[in-house]
């Protein structure tokens, strides 16, 4: 099992919507981390199991203390909530200034989320939504620790450039310089695009010999849909079957596909895959199709 950090150069792509989709439909348990510095967005959008809100206080809040102790990875899930569609998630900060309090255990952080596989309780996969990171951000220290780094871009001409630079960066930081097409580091660094689903297989053809061409390191791995019906059904702003949205559909096929391509290497010895139900978060306004 694995961490598997997503994040964007900057605007919004859509990396929380991104992370929740995929976590969704993940094969095996799985753990949602909202690990971006500049603040969490579920405890806005999403209802908790018992039916009423998430508490801001349990997630990567309260964890900070903990962790200047040391940090198991199985006391992660002392900090964890299920949401009413049963997907567990590690709740992020309210506000930028809470990451303060974090300083200096990011590290800690990437070490327990990589080591929960391993938990003799509970094991799992993280997906942590790691946010904008371009500047200094402090969640660039999980990376180290990740199995698989994905960059979330849209397709507009700038967004794909943006996403080059920032794939060669990183593979500069995390992999120590420009990787030609037969080159293989760890973490590993991927890119999904949000595309329009009637382009998006052209585009990511197009994409991925851009990145191969400028030696970035990265490769495509998947396209999500733009789909902004399906956004505001995950999100619970609108009714609707998830399961046969665009939005949810390309998300089991990418993460089809990374199983595929990684899901070798992060299988602990011994342990078959296990097949988890759909786990769409579910609020008042949102219907989750099963």
């Not at 150069?9 to 989709?21: E, I, M, Q, W, Y």
């Not at 992060?266 to 008042?284: C, H, K, M, Q």
Request: glycine content about 12%; hydrophobic content about 45%; proline content about 7%.
């Amino acid at each position: 099992m694995a961490l598997i950090a997503l994040a964007a150069d900057k605007g919004s792509p859509g990396v929380t919507t991104a992370a929740v989709a995929l976590a969704a439909v993940w094969p095996r348990r799985v753990l949602l981390a909202e690990t971006d510095p500049a603040g969490g967005d579920l405890v806005y959008r999403s209802a908790a199991a018992h039916g009423g809100p998430l508490n801001p206080n349990t997630g990567m809040l309260s964890i900070a203390a903990t962790a200047r102790r040391g940090l198991v990875p199985d006391q992660l899930w002392d900090h964890v909530q299920p949401l009413s569609g049963g997907l567990e998630v590690l709740v992020g900060l309210g506000i930028a200034e809470q990451a303060a309090g974090l300083a200096g255990l990011w590290p800690t952080l990437g070490r327990a989320f990589s080591s929960l596989a391993e938990s003799q309780h509970a094991p799992a996969d993280v997906i942590a939504d790691c946010g904008r990171i371009s500047g200094d951000t402090p969640a660039t220290e999980l990376f180290p620790h990740a199995a698989l780094v994905l960059l979330i871009s849209r397709t507009e001409p700038e967004a794909l450039a943006r996403v080059r630079d920032r794939a060669a960066a990183l593979s500069a930081k995390l992999h120590g310089g420009p990787r030609g097409a037969a080159s293989i580091a760890m973490p590993a660094i991927g890119v999904v695009l949000i595309a329009d689903t009637s382009t998006a297989g052209k585009l990511a053809g197009q994409v991925n010999d851009m990145l191969v061409h400028a030696q970035t390191g990265a490769r495509v791995v998947g396209t999500l849909a733009d789909d902004p019906s399906g956004a505001d059904q995950l999100a619970g702003r609108r009714r609707g079957r998830l399961d046969k949205s665009l939005l949810v559909r390309s998300a089991r096929k990418v993460t089809a596909d990374l199983y595929q391509q990684y899901g070798a290497a992060w299988s602990v010895p011994g342990a078959a895959p296990a097949s988890a139900p759909d786990r769409y978060p579910v609020n008042g306004h949102a219907e989750a199709g099963r």
